[in-house]
């Protein structure tokens, strides 16, 4: 049985003191049973978001997720981030977010690399791939993804399992609907999912055994009203949430509907399904 996993994504929003006092409130609005809750602040709110989830018994489930990590351990790299300082600080870590692709010209070469080191300090990677609208419309949405997930994963070849101990989640977020308020259709979303575990059980000896379990979420303009399009779709395994993880509303409305997912798994898991 797949978990039921939702990730608020902050982006560049809140300081500090905003986040702890956000973490704490989404914490104790949001527990619910069974569904894995993650919040990726900025970099300089992580400190604050753990010790705040750690302050309330309601926190005490929420993991807390950086929104990037360098593709080196450490060096000569101003400003950025190794995966080894983010250890105590977050246990996940988003990578590959089209933002970053779009504004920082991260490749899938680039994010292989830096997957292989949030791998080796035990970060859970969420992976983020998805298609631009053009894309989408000349019926080249899922040939994209594959190839996204092709070059992102190129190095684990030689150790696929190393991905699947570090509990790879892949966001399928079409570039088309991040912050713009425009979903994907449900059905679109699964059918991707789907293509998703496909194109990397076909990676080789080794990915088809992570590609059964694979979590996989889909982001893009989800909100308490959109998400039972996508978490009514047993492919699809929560949710990645930008613009609406920041209101207490919003994520209380999605988590309350990722729990209803999360007990009808459970009851088919139960009656032997
Ligand atoms: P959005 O962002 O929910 O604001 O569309 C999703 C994301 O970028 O992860």
């Not at 250890?87 to 490749?107: F, K, M, N, Q, Y």
């Not at 899922?142 to 696929?160: C, H, I, K, N, W």
């Not at 059905?187 to 088809?208: K, S, Y």
Request: hydrophobic fraction near 50%.
């Amino acid at each position: 049985m797949r978990p039921v996993i939702i990730a608020a994504n902050w982006k560049m929003h809140t300081t500090p003191a905003d986040a702890a006092e956000l973490a704490t409130t989404l914490a104790g609005r949001t527990n619910v049973p069974d569904v894995e809750r993650v919040i990726c602040p900025p970099f300089v709110c992580l400190a604050a978001v753990r010790d705040a989830l750690a302050a309330t018994p309601a926190g005490l489930g929420v993991g807390v997720g950086a929104q990037n990590v360098h593709h080196e351990l450490s060096g000569a790299f101003t400003g950025e981030i190794g995966a080894g300082m983010l250890v105590g600080l977050a246990s996940w870590v988003i990578v590959g977010h089209s933002e970053r692709r779009r504004d920082a010209g991260e490749t899938d070469e680039l994010i292989s690399r830096k997957l292989q080191r949030a791998v080796e300090v035990g970060l859970r990677p969420i992976l983020c791939v998805g298609e631009q609208l053009a894309e989408r419309e000349a019926g080249m949405a899922e040939s994209v993804v594959a190839a996204q997930l092709g070059g992102s994963l190129a190095g684990f070849a030689e150790d696929p399992a190393a991905l699947g101990a570090a509990g790879l989640v892949v966001a399928y977020e079409p570039v088309w609907a991040i912050g713009t308020g425009r979903t994907a259709r449900g059905a679109d979303a699964a059918a991707m999912a789907e293509a998703i575990r496909q194109a990397i059980g076909g990676l080789g000896r080794g990915f088809d055994a992570i590609a059964t379990d694979l979590p996989v979420l889909y982001g893009g303009s989800v909100s308490a009203a959109a998400a039972g399009e996508f978490l009514a779709e047993p492919a699809i395994d929560g949710a990645l949430v930008g613009g609406a993880s920041l209101k207490v509303e919003e994520m209380a409305g999605i988590v309350a509907r990722a729990s209803l997912t999360a007990a009808g798994r459970r009851a088919a898991t139960g009656r032997g399904g």
